[in-house]
Nanobody, 122 residues
Framework: QVQLVESGGGLVQAGDSLRLSCAASGGTFSNYIMGWFRQAPGKEREFVARISWSSGLTTYADSVKGRFTISRDNAKNTVYLQMNSLKPEDTAVYYC???????????????WGQGTQVSVSS
């Protein structure tokens, strides 16, 4: 059974940095796409970034482009989200997700972590 465990959240000030980690286990992830999502209070969950485990190809939401970087460590089965120049509007619960690809296409994210809170004060 695939399990995703996030860590690294916390309370920081605007302009600070945080690095979130997502440790994946219970599967072979070479054909997975790994994503980060976030959900702020009273808002819908939104896409933040994603990475192809095999190719390393990345995609970002416009709101975080240039500030956040997603990466993976194949040896550790861990995906990271480096968040720089944090803003109060980045405050949310951040979730890691994994979706299996078939012939290079992912239909949906099948597995989700429990989330980690990121709070940015002004």
């Amino acid at each position: 059974q695939v399990q995703l465990v996030e860590s690294g959240g916390g309370l920081v000030q605007a302009g600070d940095s945080l690095r979130l980690s997502c440790a994946a286990s219970g599967g072979t992830f070479s054909n997975y796409i790994m994503g980060w999502f976030r959900q702020a209070p009273g808002k819908e969950r939104e896409f933040v970034a994603r990475i192809s485990w095999s190719s390393g190809l990345t995609t970002y939401a416009d709101s975080v482009k240039g500030r956040f970087t997603i990466s993976r460590d194949n040896a550790k089965n861990t995906v990271y989200l480096q968040m720089n120049s944090l803003k109060p509007e980045d405050t949310a619960v951040y979730y890691c997700a994994a979706g299996r690809t078939v012939l290079g296409v992912m239909k949906s994210y099948d597995y989700w972590g429990q989330g980690t809170q990121v709070s940015v004060s002004s």
